[in-house]
């Protein structure tokens, strides 16, 4: 659809040293020498004209085309909210594919499967990453009936997966992220659950075990549980579940992989049912999807509704300028579904049926450094609450009022909101915590709902490029306490965490408190928390130390189920040979 030329006086963004770095890389667009034929205005204006553009087909829309179109750019451009990556890299060009995250089938044939690989590239092709669930294919050595030969199984499948995501690189720059998900009751779990043992091996896969309340009951009660062949629907045979649960443990010790998803949970939140259950996720795991289904993201940068308190009140969330983005993002990523252009007709149809989308925050540790709240504290655990629940009803609120103007999503009848009649609805979901691992760089925030790794680091990106940052809220901090120097910033920049540095102000230490300084219970149940009124999922990793054991590791798996969490991811300190940030003492 057109869109508004770009007004003359359209300020200038103002772009982080960081991501002048990340844009050019990635963001702008080039010409075929690789010449970069826009600036940072023209980029944001681009996506910000193309997807105010679709608000031209709503007659009964409250906003001009110009008008919104100037509100998404600044928006943007102020770093309140920023969309996805695909969605600032393909809006307003003819790719025009601007969501990350999809899921795909994969059907027991050669046919389907060979279907699904291909799908994945052209998906990775245009910036989006695929989750897959494997849980359908035939055990390995089972017979296949139009050869007498014997199948391969899951895990030789997924290595095809896995190399030819190799072979192609993102948009030309970024390399595709895929979800393999097998469920726990399949015969080929035990190689799952072992197969990213040595470094390397399905580099472009993280892996999640489907977990079922079954299986939960039976590793509780020390039960055996059955094995299901997925093509004869046959028990094949049984295993113990402790015992399963114990070396799922021990491999998450050694190498962080696999993670688990608790399915039933994730189904017992589908909003539509009658289309079929969710057996995948997207890559990062916040996104559980139907198959061909893909959802667009977004975020808002929590750093930045920060109220500086006044006239002797504490500091607070400026909880009108919240809501006001809240509305306006909604109405963006509603845009975007229309805006988009989706790799197959399948996609299409299911995310124009459904039109979720997955509006989330980032700068969650900038808001708690700026409100002076430990993040390792019940009070920041409830002001998490606070604010999702805050979100979710202001974004439901605002699906509504689309609804009104456009219609609600096209299944809504047959879903739990048309069920229950608690709708219209424009979206079938509307929250999301995403990673906004470059969100985060672009808007210079800490990302999504993580602590700082560190308060000041060295930061690896793409082909050995290193960003150094210090956070600017810890700079403020040591200033206002007289105790700001050159000799410590490099002391931090060295150990990352001012744990150990007694001489610093108490209160400056408890609440500059890095991911490892965190006990992992209080990672957790920060998740918890933002899990309670989030749709979708939220992208967290439980950080352990090193010398943490595969106990405290089971604990934490346990007390995710517990707590109600869709999924964990766990890491502990040094079990991989290359992290993605690294402190300067580990380079
Ligand atoms: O910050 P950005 O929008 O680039 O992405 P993110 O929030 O870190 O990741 C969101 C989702 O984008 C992931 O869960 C994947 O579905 C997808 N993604 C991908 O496909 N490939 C990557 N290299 C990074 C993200």
């Keep these: 659809m057109a869109a508004t030329p770009m007004p003359k006086r359209l300020p200038e963004p103002i772009i982080n040293e960081n991501a002048k770095i990340v844009l050019q890389r990635r963001y702008l667009r080039k010409d075929t020498e690789g010449t ?67 899921v795909l089938p994969v059907e027991d044939s050669i046919e389907g499967i060979f279907d699904s690989v291909k799908h994945a590239a052209m998906i990775h092709k245009s910036g989006g990453g695929t989750g897959f669930s494997f849980s359908r294919l035939r055990p390995k050595d089972s017979v296949v009936g139009s050869t007498g030969g014997v199948a391969s199984g899951p895990l030789s499948f997924l290595r095809i997966f896995n190399c030819a995501t190799e072979q192609i690189k993102q948009g030309g720059t970024r390399r595709g992220a895929n979800m393999g998900i097998l469920r726990v009751d399949h015969p080929d779990i035990m ?41 004869t629907g046959l028990v094949s045979g049984t295993l113990n579940a402790g015992e399963v649960f114990g070396i799922l443990v021990q491999k998450a010790w050694e190498s962080g992989d696999p993670g688990m998803v608790f399915l039933d949970r994730v189904n017992r939140d589908n909003p539509t ?18 198959p061909y289904e893909a959802c667009n993201l977004g975020s808002i940068n929590l750093g930045l509704v920060y109220a500086a308190g006044q006239n002797g009140h504490d500091s607070e969330i400026d909880w009108d300028e919240l809501k006001r983005i809240v509305h306006l993002a909604v109405r963006f990523l509603d845009n975007v579904i229309d805006a988009s252009n989706y790799p197959l007709p399948q996609i299409t149809e299911t995310v124009e049926r459904n039109r979720k989308i997955g509006l989330g925050v980032m700068g969650w540790a900038d808001l708690l450094f700026q409100l002076g709240i ?117 002391e931090v920049a060295k150990k990352g965490s001012i744990a150990s540095m007694e001489f610093l102000p108490e ?72 992290q993605v940030l690294c402190t300067g003492d580990s380079e």
Aim: aromatic share 10%; charged share 25%; with cysteine.
């Design 374 to 490: 430990p993040y390792n504290s019940q009070k920041a655990v409830d002001l998490a609450e606070r604010v999702m629940k805050f979100i979710r009803d202001e974004s439901r609120a605002a699906s509504k009022q689309l609804a009104k103007e456009r219609g609600p999503f096209p299944a809504y009848a047959d879903s739990v909101f048309g069920k229950a009649d608690l709708g219209p609805y424009r979206n079938a979901t509307t929250t999301t915590i995403a990673p906004t691992g470059t969100l985060s760089i672009i808007g210079g925030c800490s990302s999504g709902v993580e602590p700082l790794f560190a308060l000041s680091f060295v930061r690896n990106v793409m082909d050995g490029d290193r960003l150094v940052e210090t956070n600017p809220h810890f700079e403020t901090a040591l200033k206002n306490a007289n105790a700001h120097s050159a000799s410590l910033m490099e």
């Design 191 to 231: 190689e799952f659950i072992k197969a990213k043992e040595r470094d390397g091996e399905l580099n472009n896969f993280n892996l999640s075990v489907g977990l079922t309340e079954a299986f939960m009951r039976a590793v509780e009660k020390g039960e055996d549980y059955e094995l299901v062949d997925p093509k």
């Design 36 to 102: 970069p034929f826009e600036n940072y205005r023209e980029l944001f204006w681009r996506v910000a004209s193309s997807i105010a553009a679709e608000e031209k087909k709503y007659a009964d829309s409250v906003y001009t085309v110009s008008k919104l179109a100037r509100e998404f750019y600044d928006l943007m451009t102020s770093y309140r909210f920023l969309p996805n990556s695909p969605t600032l890299m393909n809006a307003g060009t003819d790719l025009g594919q601007l969501a990350a995250c999809f």
């Design 507 to 578: 209160d400056v230490r408890r609440v500059f408190v890095t991911a490892m300084d965190i006990e992992p219970m209080w990672h957790l149940k920060m998740q918890a928390a933002f899990q309670k009124y989030t749709d979708n999922a939220v992208s967290k990793t439980v950080n352990l130390p090193n010398e943490a054991t595969q106990e405290h590791i089971r604990e934490i798996y346990w007390k995710a189920y517990e707590y109600g969490c869709k999924g964990v991811t766990v890491y502990r300190d040094g079990c991989k040979s290359s």
């Design 273 to 290: 049912p009658a289309q079929g259950d969710m057996e995948s996720t997207n890559p990062c795991g916040e996104q559980p999807l139907l």
